[in-house]
Each structure stands twice: as C-alpha cells, then as structure tokens.
C-alpha cells in the first residue's frame, strides 16, 4: 500500500553535492574540499559575521515577514520599488511559489534539457504537464521553445546563465523571445549566477520596464556566499509579486538571512572582488583542463562542464573522492561522461587538476 498521491510516483529525489562531513565521516579523511555545488569558496566577510552575531540575540522572535529593510535595499540598487521584490528561502522556493501561484491543473510547464533539475522536479510535484525543450550545443533553443508554446503552457522557465552547461543568453535574443511569445505565458527567468557573467548578458530589469510578463530571480547564495543561510529574491510587476505573496509562508525568510543580506549588500566591492577572483581562476581551469587534453563548456558561471571523452563520470567521481575532492557527476542530467565542477580558491584549483590528472590515467 502506498500513501504517495499519485503523481509522486515518477519522480526522482533530488540529489545535491556531498557535503564536506559526510565524506570525512564516511572515507575517514581529514581535508575534504567541495567544488561541487557552485558555493563561494570564501567565508562571509567580518561585516557580515558581525551583522550575524548582532542578530542571534533576537531570534526569540520571528522574522520580518515583510524583510521591510532588505526589499528597501534591493529596490535602491536595482531602480524598482520594494513592490517588484519578493524574497524566498533560497531562489529555490520562488520556483515553487510560481508553479503554486500561476500554473492550474491541465496547464503545461515548459523546461529545458538538461538543465536546473528542480524545475521539472517541483513541476511534477504539483501534478504538472511538463514539456522538455532540448538544449542546442549545450544553449536553450529558444526558437525550440517557441515551437513547443501551447495553448495550454503558462509557464517556462530558463536559467539565465544555465546550470550544469554555464552558457547564457545575451540581451538581444531575450528581447526578441518576449517580443514572440504569448502575453498569457509567464517567464521564469533564473538568474542565480548572473554576477559572473559578461556584459552582453540580459538587463532584465529593461524587460520588467517593458511590461513583460516574467519573473526574474536571484541569489545571495552564489557570489555572496550565503548558501547555508538560505536566501534569494524575485523581481517582477507588482500584480505577479502579490500573487507569488499569496501562496509564500508567513516567515519563508529567517532574520539571520535578512541581516546578513542587508550588510552584503552595503559591501559590493566585496562581491566585485569575488567575481574577479573566480573568473580569472576560471581562466588557470580552462588552461589546465587544456593540458589534460579535455574538452570543456566555456562558462559564464562559477563552474566548468567537463567532457571526459570516454571515461565515465561516475569511475572519475568517485576516484577524486577517495583524494578527498568532491564533484559533481552528471549521469543524472544524462551526461554519462561529464562532470561539473565549481571554481574554488587557487590552491583547492590547482589540487583539482592534480588529482584529476591522476584520475583520468587510474
Ligand atoms: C540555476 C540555479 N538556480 C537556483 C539555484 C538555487 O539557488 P538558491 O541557493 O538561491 O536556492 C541553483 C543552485 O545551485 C542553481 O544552480
């Protein structure tokens, strides 16, 4: 007997990077390091942990349901009103908040393959149609997606720039996708690693200006480093924002969450300095994975796609393992040869491509 409703049943469990104990524990090593979940390698700065410890003291209470200080910080630096501005418990939660708020039985939900898997995870926990666009040469196919709108999809959501292929989509092929599609369709535009990307790399905020129909969603847990306080926000018109408000919980974002935010936002030269540290790192990886002869996807994220040629992902993975280095192997989003792996500090970068060497000639 099952008490499962019975749309669970085809759903696979969501499996997130190893974290650092549970190998330490598990392989009984002492230095573990993680380059698999696309963290800052960098703690958070003095000004925040102090923001932090200012805060313990009134955890008695519950949080501001409102994050009236953070929303006011946001709409400054972005030129929108605390109105356009959602907060969630991670961008994650706001993919779940959008399925609830905008997608009615019957209705289909358009996503892309491979991509974040936990659109079409959420999507199916809601008993959805969810409809797979395939990516092209490791991008969205946005004339794909268009061919796949119909009348019944509401919703589609696109990382912008994609995670695990890192590539993104640039201002003016945006511009010409909303231009082409349905007013009645929403976008969910999924930018958790926007910081990192070029200058071609959408102005979202112009598209908001224009009216369209879209969410757009980012995080303090990629360049901010917050990843294990849980906090991330939406931007949209007022009207989508009050109905994602409808279905969010009462205190989704805890107090620590909110302060910490706050005081990363008043240091942003802080975060301009992680996005200059990561990318050139970025460069010493794509110089290294050269001289293993290994192809790779030119990121505009935090992280590198790998291609191991014909070695499985999952031999590598667990080979790196045991060297107490923890990737990411990608057979679930079907890349049976492929492993993800996050831009860390210069010294974790430089024991990666080490152990990895060893790897490949095991
Ligand atoms: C594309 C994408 N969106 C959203 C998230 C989740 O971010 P958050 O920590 O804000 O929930 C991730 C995390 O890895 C991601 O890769």
């Not at 190893?18 to 390698?41: F, T, Y």
């Not at 092929?173 to 599609?181: D, G, H, N, P, V």
């Not at 996050?342 to 790897?359: C, I, P, Y």
Request: aromatic share 10%; net charge positive; charged share 25%.
């Amino acid at each position: 007997m099952t008490f499962e409703r019975k749309h669970l049943k085809n759903i696979k469990n969501y499996q997130p990077g190893k974290p650092i104990e549970e190998v330490k524990r598990d392989l009984g090593l002492r230095q573990v390091i993680k380059l698999a979940s696309n963290e800052s390698p960098f703690p958070p700065s003095k000004a925040t942990r102090k923001a932090l410890i200012e805060n313990i003291c009134r955890v008695n209470r519950y949080p501001d349901s409102q994050g009236y200080y953070l929303k006011r910080k946001l709409a400054a630096n972005l030129k929108v009103k605390p109105g356009n501005i959602i907060l969630g418990n991670g961008s994650d939660e706001l993919i779940v908040l959008a399925l609830r708020a905008f997608v009615d039985p019957g209705q289909e939900v358009i996503v892309g393959n491979p991509t974040f898997l936990i659109y079409e995870i959420q999507a199916k926990a809601c008993g959805l149609r969810v409809v797979r666009s395939r990516l092209k040469d490791f991008r969205y196919d946005l004339d794909d997606i268009k061919r796949k709108i119909t009348k019944k999809t509401k919703l589609i959501f696109i990382a912008n720039p994609d995670n695990p292929n890192g590539t993104y989509l640039k201002h003016e092929e945006i511009q010409s996708f909303l231009k082409a599609i349905p007013r009645k369709v929403i976008v969910f535009f999924d930018e958790a690693y926007c910081e990192f990307s070029p200058e071609d790399f959408p102005k979202s905020i112009n598209f908001l200006k224009q009216g369209y129909n879209m969410i757009f969603t980012r995080t303090f847990s990629k360049v901010f480093g917050l990843a294990g306080l849980r906090i991330g926000y939406g931007i949209a018109k007022p009207e989508l924002i009050r109905s994602l408000d409808k279905v969010r919980e009462p205190f989704n974002v805890n107090s620590l969450a909110q302060a910490a935010a706050c005081s990363c936002l008043n240091q942003k030269n802080q975060a301009r300095q992680t996005v200059r540290y990561i990318n050139k790192e970025k460069y010493f990886f794509y110089e290294g994975l050269g001289n293993l002869n290994l192809r790779f996807v030119k990121s505009a994220t935090n992280f590198i796609l790998v291609d191991l040629g014909r070695i499985s992902s999952k031999a590598v993975f667990s080979r790196l393992l045991k060297k107490g280095i923890i990737v990411r192997e990608m057979s679930s989003w079907g890349f049976k040869n492929f492993i993800r792996v996050t831009v860390g500090t210069h010294s974790q970068n430089r024991r990666f491509l080490k152990a990895l060497s060893l790897s490949l000639n095991h």
